[in-house]
């Protein structure tokens, strides 16, 4: 469910009405009168709420989905006599699903810290919060936590006890918890890097999720951690992110992960817990890193990695298969003088 501290939802909006905005087809049978309240992915809808389906890789998502109703294509589809929701049909489904974004949600706010509001945030016994900071309406601040010069503090933030965000550090649309630790110039929150091309241009998605961080987190300083498109981008506890460190939306990951300088994570990938991300690497968007993997820095990961395997090289491979290939290239070099 999309949070309501963060964004202002205009629906509830008919079955009918979408419809014809979208210029979609529904089935026979589908009900125009029926109220649509909201969006959500297909894995969390539910029954008054609508979801996409865009893409083959979550039919088992779209079988089992517990939507209202969903946006997708016909030849998605065809050749299957039921549905488990109403359906509506589109030729360009991703278009189709922003424009019902920014229909339910048309005043998503990215202007963060044009004014102070610390009178009507509640702030907990102890904490220090600089004068030049800016503090959002209807913020929760546990105790002792402290917030630095020029830091910006979204509306309807919450950050639990003890943490520390540093100067020019900007959390918004986040729930933290406590003993954080957000280094200075970091940005959580921020818009996740959602567009879809449609006839006049590229489009901006709004991104409608939230950045959950557990407890013993450090987000390094100048890093960027992407608030979800619909469902979350979490964080989970004892993590500890390097500085200039890039997450995607919709990453989920594990518990006392490290994550090294530079790295960069794409969008809606999975890092089980205790992993280890070498610095400068990079991960390609839906991969999922299992529970202690490592990565070697300069790595280009572009499928899943297993648990506890290591590996290097771009793109990544296991660690010893990747030592072979830079000793054959060595020996190669040695004996001709060139690569070869």
């Not at 019902?100 to 706010?109: G, I, R």
């Given at each position: 469910?999309?949070?309501?501290?963060f964004f202002?939802n205009v629906?509830?909006?008919?079955?009918?009405?979408?419809?014809?905005?979208l210029?979609?087809?529904?089935?026979?049978?589908?009900p125009?009168?029926?109220?649509?309240?909201?969006?959500?992915?297909?894995?969390q809808?539910?029954k008054?709420?609508?979801?996409?389906?865009?893409?083959?890789?979550?039919r088992?998502?779209?079988?089992?989905?517990?939507?209202?109703?969903?946006?997708?294509?016909?030849?998605?589809?065809r050749?299957?006599?039921?549905?488990?929701?109403?359906l509506?049909?589109?030729p360009?489904?991703?278009?189709?699903?922003?424009?019902?974004?920014?229909?339910?949600?048309?005043?998503?706010?990215?202007?963060?810290g044009?004014?102070?509001?610390?009178?009507?945030?509640n702030?907990?016994?102890?904490?220090?919060i600089?004068?030049?900071?800016?503090?959002g309406?209807?913020a929760?601040i546990?105790?002792r936590?402290t917030?630095g010069?020029?830091?910006?503090?979204?509306?309807?933030?919450?950050i639990?006890?003890?943490?520390?965000?540093?100067?020019?550090?900007?959390?918004?649309?986040?729930?933290?918890?406590s003993?954080?630790?957000v280094?200075s110039g970091?940005?959580?929150?921020a818009?996740?890097?959602?567009f879809?091309p449609?006839?006049?241009?590229?489009?901006?998605?709004?991104?409608?999720?939230?950045?959950?961080?557990?407890?013993?987190?450090?987000?390094?300083?100048?890093?960027?951690?992407?608030?979800?498109?619909?469902?979350?981008?979490i964080?989970?506890?004892g993590?500890?992110?390097?500085?200039?460190i890039?997450?995607?939306?919709?990453?989920?990951?594990?518990?006392?992960?490290?994550?090294?300088g530079?790295?960069?994570?794409?969008?809606s990938?999975?890092?089980?817990d205790?992993?280890?991300i070498g610095g400068?690497s990079?991960?390609?968007?839906?991969?999922?890193?299992?529970?202690?993997?490592?990565l070697?820095?300069?790595?280009?990961?572009?499928?899943?990695?297993?648990?506890?395997?290591?590996?290097?090289?771009y793109p990544?491979?296991?660690?010893r298969d990747?030592?072979?290939?830079?000793?054959?290239?060595?020996?190669?070099?040695?004996?001709?003088?060139?690569?070869?």
């Open positions: 469910m999309i949070d309501a501290r202002i629906g509830p909006f008919t079955l009918g009405d979408l419809a014809d905005r210029g979609g087809q529904l089935a026979h049978n589908a125009r009168d029926f109220n649509v309240t909201d969006l959500a992915p297909l894995d809808a539910g008054s709420e609508i979801a996409l389906f865009a893409d083959g890789r979550y088992p998502a779209f079988e089992q989905t517990q939507a209202g109703i969903v946006v997708t294509n016909a030849d998605l589809v050749g299957r006599p039921s549905a488990p929701c109403h509506i049909n589109v360009a489904p991703r278009q189709a699903f922003a424009d019902l974004a920014w229909l339910f949600y048309p005043n998503v706010e990215e202007a963060l044009l004014y102070d509001d610390r009178e009507n945030a702030l907990g016994d102890a904490c220090r600089a004068d030049s900071a800016r503090i309406r209807g929760i546990g105790v936590t917030v010069a020029n830091a910006v503090i979204g509306a309807g933030v919450v639990g006890d003890d943490c520390t965000i540093g100067p020019n550090a900007t959390v918004s649309h986040a729930i933290i918890g003993r954080v630790h280094y970091a940005i959580v929150g818009q996740g890097f959602g879809v449609g006839a006049k241009g590229v489009q901006r998605v709004p991104q409608l999720g939230r950045v959950l961080i557990g407890n013993n987190v450090e987000i390094g300083a100048n890093s960027t951690v992407d608030r979800g498109a619909l469902a979350d981008t964080i989970g506890d993590t500890v992110l390097d500085n200039l890039q997450i995607g939306h919709n990453c989920r990951i594990g518990r006392f992960v490290v994550l090294c530079q790295a960069g994570v794409a969008g990938v999975t890092i089980g205790g992993a280890v400068a990079s991960i390609a968007d839906h991969v999922a890193i299992g529970a202690g993997a490592k070697a820095g300069g790595s280009g990961v572009t499928h899943d990695i297993s648990a506890g395997e290591i590996v290097a090289g990544a491979i296991p660690v990747w030592h072979r290939q830079a000793i054959g290239l060595e020996r190669m070099f040695s004996r001709t003088g060139k690569l070869g």
